[in-house]
């Protein structure tokens, strides 16, 4: 059995830009209008990896903006305690921090309501970029949820990208769709195409696959991303697994039974950072794969984005006890 090898990663620090909000998770199922007790937490799809990343014992670098508000001091104190750097953290005094409500579900995906527009993270610009020591990174994160915010963090998403390739800064995308973010359809699917065909990885689900070149097996996803233009594509297929593919050849990698799930929100995140953490130190596609499928998988069990998110020790047992099935080659 071959090995699917990623090149142009090399260990260093992983560069993550984007919006980071208090969530007001509903403690009782019904209506977000009905529910009445809600607990407060800190999500954003970047800032998620980065707690991912740096518990694996990576070293992320994030960057956004807070409001001087309340909401903005809770994030910031959450980054400590999470011994990620807040260097890159900027703080606006006219523009408040985003923040975002979910429900909670018994089956299904919990339905998420956002107060966002016109945040601090939204203003965002390519002046910020210029501010980024690029001889430290080794790997840019960026997801399809930071272009839409406003006009600047799309100059801002785009000044990432082509810096990052004049460094030889291996891009990493994940579409991570949001369509009502977006002024319109088209313009989304051109915008994430475009991004995702500059990546060295691209690591979709199959909703991204149909939403964006309307196909709808992983397979078919895969060879759509390929044939844009990406180098190489891990597509999530759910509790089933993932198929890691480049132009040469792909593997399916089986996913893990869990007994129950909790909450979906976050699982692509934790996939993310599972997958960029094996790449980094230095392990091939398929196993960098499985440690996505059970990051994501772990993901499920809790209702919080990111506080289940492991340690290496964690990890391992994870694996470990709910390993069930060798890689199942597809070519």
């Known amino acids: ?113 956002y107060r966002r527009a016109g945040s601090a993270a939204s203003a965002l610009s390519p002046i910020d970029i210029q501010s980024i020591d690029w001889q430290v990174v080794s790997v840019l994160h960026m997801t399809g949820i930071l272009p839409p915010l406003s006009d600047s963090t799309f100059q801002a998403s785009c000044a990432l990208v082509r810096v990052a390739h004049q460094h030889g800064i291996f891009v990493s995308f994940d579409p991570n769709l949001r369509p009502a973010l977006w002024p319109d359809t088209d313009t989304m699917r051109a915008t994430l195409r475009e991004l995702a065909s500059q990546a060295d990885l691209v690591m979709p689900g199959l909703t991204e696959g149909h939403e964006l070149f309307g196909v709808d097996t992983p397979e078919s996803v895969a060879r759509a991303f390929l044939d844009n233009g990406a180098k190489t594509v891990v597509v999530k297929d759910g509790p089933r697994g993932a198929l890691a593919a480049n132009k040469k050849s792909s593997r399916y990698v089986p996913g893990f039974v869990v007994d129950h799930v909790v909450d979906t929100v976050g699982c692509g995140d934790g996939f993310a950072a599972g997958v960029l953490s094996a790449l980094l130190e230095g392990q091939d596609l398929s196993a960098a794969t499985e440690r996505g499928c059970a990051l994501g998988a772990i993901q499920t069990q809790h209702e919080s984005d990111n506080e289940a998110l492991p340690t290496s020790n964690e990890l391992e047992m994870f694996i470990t006890s709910h390993r069930r099935a060798l890689y199942k080659e597809k070519m």
């Open 1 to 113: 059995m071959g090995v699917l090898a990623v090149n142009g990663i090399h260990p260093g620090k992983v560069l993550l830009v984007g919006e980071a909000m208090t969530l007001f998770g509903a403690r009782e199922e019904g209506d977000l209008a009905e529910v009445r007790d809600f607990i407060a937490s800190t999500a954003g799809a970047e800032l998620n990896v980065a707690v991912g990343l740096r518990r694996l014992g990576q070293q992320p670098m994030y960057m956004t903006r807070l409001g001087l508000d309340p909401f903005g001091e809770r994030i910031l104190g959450f980054m400590r305690n999470n011994d990620l750097d807040t260097s890159m953290v900027g703080r606006d005094e006219f523009r408040p921090t985003g923040i975002m409500f979910k429900s909670k579900v018994e089956h299904g995906d919990p339905v998420t309501f």
